[in-house]
């Protein structure tokens, strides 16, 4: 059973439209959530990490919840640009040497 | 941002070839995790190192693949005969301890 659950698996927007990405997760202890962007065929950038059991963090343009109780977290993308086109990768920490992956959105923003 | 650094960025090898990636994780930085990312996005723990003592790996890692941290040298992930279900993202990170893992860009290997 997949233990990290992300929705959409794609999703397309224009540039300059918002979008939400959802993670739900059945990770148990969930110790902290992260929020990974990896460019086409390249590694993982940490966008932010959510620690408490509700939470939200602000990085720019990314935004993001969690909710401990629920196991589910958010991921708001505002006004996007050309270059957020990747993959936006959902990351449960037990621990911070165990970590369980979401298979990952799929984002295409469009001129 | 990561300063991990994975050569080669990509890998072309055929079926029962030795396939040899390495890492040099971030300066400062003792504890290295290998992991592997497959065409479906699916994340496989591999193994990781305190130092050069492996701390934990998967029962493939112990078959097939073999890695070091050797001190003074980068680690080293090595595929003893490659199948076609290697083809992967093998992505290194590293981190200080009960911390962030930072994370390379990766080697990408195709097994023909």
């Known amino acids: 059973k997949t233990q990290v659950e992300q929705s959409p698996q794609s999703l397309v927007v224009r540039q300059g439209e918002n979008c939400v990405l959802q993670?739900?997760?059945?990770?148990?202890?969930?110790?902290?959530l992260r929020w990974f962007k990896q460019d086409t065929g390249k590694g993982l950038v940490s966008l932010t990490v959510l620690v408490d059991q509700k939470d939200k963090t602000s990085n720019g343009r990314y935004s993001a919840t969690l909710d401990k109780d629920a196991k589910h977290s958010t991921l708001h993308i505002t006004a996007t640009l050309l270059d957020d086109t990747a993959t936006y990768i959902c990351v449960v920490g037990a621990s911070f040497n165990k970590l369980t992956f979401g298979a990952g959105t799929r984002l295409a923003v469009c001129p | 941002n990561s300063k991990v650094i994975q050569t080669p960025r990509y890998l072309v090898k055929g079926q029962g070839q030795k396939a040899k990636m390495r890492c040099i994780p971030e300066k400062g930085h003792p504890v290295v995790f290998w992991y592997q990312q497959n065409k479906n996005n699916e994340f496989k723990f591999l193994i990781n190192?305190?130092?050069?003592?492996?701390?934990?790996q998967i029962d493939m890692t112990e078959k097939r693949f073999s890695a070091e941290c050797p001190s003074n040298s980068p680690c080293s992930l090595e595929i003893q005969s490659s199948e076609a279900g290697d083809s992967a993202l093998y992505l290194c990170?590293?981190?200080?301890?009960?911390?962030?893992?930072?994370f390379g860009p990766g080697t990408r290997l195709l097994v023909l």
């Open positions: 993670c739900n997760y059945s990770v148990t202890p969930d110790n902290h």
């Open positions: 190192f305190q130092n050069q003592e492996v701390l934990q």
């Open positions: 990170a590293s981190s200080l301890g009960q911390d962030t893992q930072y």
